[in-house]
């Protein structure tokens, strides 16, 4: 049971912490079943009980208004990837989607400025959205249940 809170919650405290709360206050016995659809619940559902919504709110104010369109293709793409994706086909797949009258930021991108692509995905892991695979090089969400919201509140689903 433990096992199963600590797997589905990413071993993040706040969330075993609001897991195990949902488990007390239902007075249900609890289960690893009963354990991954409170999760589950909790990621889809409209309320937002875990301020999940923070993690897509929070973006501008950190990365600026002419990155977010970037960023956001970014977090998406890798959200949306079944497997890590290696940097060249990120930068492809950002790349091909992005409008350049957007901002000079963007347009550096378009006309190959790499090291902006690059400085992205360094926040973005230091930010905890990502992580680049030892030996790889490919990226990941740093957290699957982040991705899962991700996916499901963007619409990225398979």
């Known amino acids: 049971m433990i096992d199963a809170i600590v797997r589905h919650s990413d071993a993040i405290p706040y969330y075993i912490h609001q897991v195990v709360g949902a488990l007390k206050s239902r007075g249900a016995v609890a289960s690893a079943a009963l354990a991954e659809g409170l999760v589950a619940e909790a990621l889809a559902g409209a309320q937002d009980i875990w301020d999940l919504q923070h993690f897509r709110g929070r973006l501008t104010a950190y990365y600026g208004a002419d990155r977010l369109p970037v960023v956001m293709k970014i977090l998406d793409e890798v959200a949306a990837a079944e497997e890590p994706v290696a940097y060249r086909d990120l930068q492809r797949r950002v790349t091909g ?13 378009l006309e190959g400025d790499e090291e902006s692509m690059r400085l992205l995905l360094g926040l973005l892991q230091r930010d905890h959205y990502l992580r680049m695979e030892a030996g790889t090089g490919r990226y990941r969400y740093r957290f699957p249940l982040i991705q899962r919201w991700w996916r499901l509140h963007r619409g990225l689903l398979p």
């Open 97 to 109: 989607s992005l409008e350049p009258e957007r901002s000079d930021f963007t347009r550096r991108l």
